[in-house]
């Protein structure tokens, strides 16, 4: 019995130590304190900083998983649209096919250089084919791009409406491509019209002529 209470009295002197420890401390001063306060200012403070430094990583890791997630989206999408492009392959075969198919029956229908002057001819006659008169028909310039040559021809003709219709229609016809621009009617004196247009031809240009034209451009681009 006095054992248990000798006990009691040296833990109730414990705890009036530890609690004398806490009073009066100088809190602009914590090196002055106690060795019980200020282990528990230390302990204080570094489960702080153990909090921060962990939700300074948990921010790290949360932002890394965002872009994480961003990427997976990402790489989801291409995977889709390549396994589209894949499904779909023959499909786009066959459409690039007829694309060249159709690029190539056009170039068919651009003359050579040495075929322009028959083509010129053939303009001419298919208006004297429909009793028109020409009044003029002159070749402009020829202007290059890059793979063709378009010469535009400065036509006159008088005669009636349903010939200069007629001619219009032979024209398109033709079997090298010809375009009637700019075109404007006018009433004549003796009754008939005269029409006014720019027929433009295009041909396709010599391998001579592209690769001259390649260097021109080259050429013009370093000056700039």
């Given at each position: 019995?006095?054992?248990?209470?000798?006990?009691?009295?040296?833990?109730?002197?414990?705890?009036?130590r530890?609690?004398?420890?806490?009073?009066?401390l100088?809190?602009?001063?914590?090196?002055?304190?106690p060795?019980v306060p200020?282990?528990?200012?230390?302990?204080?403070?570094?489960?702080?900083?153990?909090?921060a430094?962990?939700?300074?990583w948990?921010s790290?890791?949360?932002?890394?998983?965002?872009?994480?997630?961003?990427?997976?989206?990402?790489?989801?999408?291409?995977?889709?649209?390549?396994?589209?492009?894949?499904v779909?392959?023959?499909?786009?075969k066959?459409?690039?096919?007829?694309?060249?198919?159709?690029?190539?029956?056009?170039?068919k229908?651009l003359?050579?250089?040495?075929?322009?002057?028959?083509?010129?001819?053939?303009?001419?006659?298919?208006?004297?084919?429909?009793?028109?008169?020409?009044?003029?028909?002159?070749?402009?310039?020829?202007?290059?791009?890059?793979?063709?040559?378009?010469?535009?021809?400065?036509?006159?003709?008088t005669?009636?409406y349903h010939?200069?219709?007629?001619?219009a229609?032979?024209?398109?016809n033709l079997?090298?491509?010809?375009?009637?621009?700019n075109?404007?009617?006018?009433?004549a004196?003796?009754?008939?019209?005269?029409?006014?247009?720019?027929a433009?031809?295009f041909?396709?240009?010599?391998?001579?002529?592209?690769?001259l034209?390649r260097k021109?451009a080259?050429a013009s681009?370093v000056?700039?």
């Open positions: 019995m006095a054992k248990n209470s000798r006990t009691s009295s040296d833990f109730s002197a414990f705890q009036s530890v609690r004398n420890q806490f009073t009066g100088d809190t602009n001063d914590p090196s002055s304190w060795p200020r282990f528990l200012l230390c302990a204080a403070v570094t489960a702080a900083v153990v909090v430094l962990w939700f300074v948990l790290a890791v949360d932002d890394e998983l965002t872009a994480e997630k961003a990427k997976e989206v990402q790489l989801r999408q291409a995977y889709t649209g390549k396994l589209a492009q894949a779909n392959l023959e499909t786009l066959k459409q690039r096919e007829q694309v060249q198919q159709y690029v190539t029956q056009l170039e229908q003359p050579s250089k040495a075929e322009m002057d028959a083509l010129l001819s053939d303009i001419n006659q298919a208006g004297l084919g429909r009793s028109l008169q020409f009044e003029l028909f002159r070749p402009g310039q020829v202007i290059v791009r890059d793979y063709y040559a378009e010469l535009p021809i400065a036509v006159r003709v005669g009636r010939d200069m219709g007629s001619f229609a032979d024209i398109a079997s090298r491509i010809v375009t009637l621009n075109m404007a009617i006018v009433p004196k003796d009754g008939n019209l005269v029409m006014d247009a720019t433009k031809t041909r396709y240009l010599d391998p001579e002529e592209v690769a034209n021109n080259a681009g000056k700039k």
